[in-house]
């Protein structure tokens, strides 16, 4: 098993680009999620996922977009970078919303 | 929203030393587990502990949901322990973890 997988590991974006990052999971985990991770704050949560078709807004949902096709894919859209972006963008994923979280490598983004 | 504090927020030891790092919560949670990032940055799940204690090696955790906070014992210190250790938690009808600030731990040789 892979565990939880995102890419790219590294990415930088100019103001105004779009892009995304990828998450895929191979333990049939139905509940998967994106955090950020910014110095001095610990880990937001970005949106979240409950089962395929399924998404929500978390704590800072704004600038990101989401949608969960399948139960293996959960990847973040960027739709304007914005220097405000530059962050350690991580995904999580569990079998569900109450259990043991397991997390991805984690993208290191740099906007400029 | 739920708060969740962490203490001590660094945190300084000799190799072999023992310590004891601390979670506290706002509200009544279904859902506690403790994380470890290393100085490469990956996220690892130590415990899922809502209530009760757990050990695994030298680690082990005890959460009190009645009192609201949950420790981390760490035994018997090494250097690969450094990094950065996180405490979340989930409240009842929230489907989401929150996360603490994180308590610095570094273990010099």
Redesign the interface.
Known sequence: NAGVTQTPKFQVLKTGQSMTLQCAQDMNHE?M?W?RQDP??????IH?S?GAGIT?Q??VPNGYNVSRSTTEDFPLRLLSAAPSQTS?Y?CASSYS???????G??TRLTVV | GIQVEQSPPDLILQEGANSTLRCNFSDSV??L?W?HQNPW?????LF?IPSGTKQNGRLSATTVATERYSLLYISSSQTTDSGVY?C?V?IQGA????????TRLTINP
């Open positions: 509940y999620s955090y001095g704050m610990g880990l937001r949560l979240y409950v929500d978390g704590e350690v991580f919303w109450h259990t043991e979280a397991f997390f490598q984690g | 279904n859902n587990q994380f940055g990956q996220l690892i799940n899922y996180f979340a989930q489907q989401k973890l929150v996360f603490g600030q994180g």
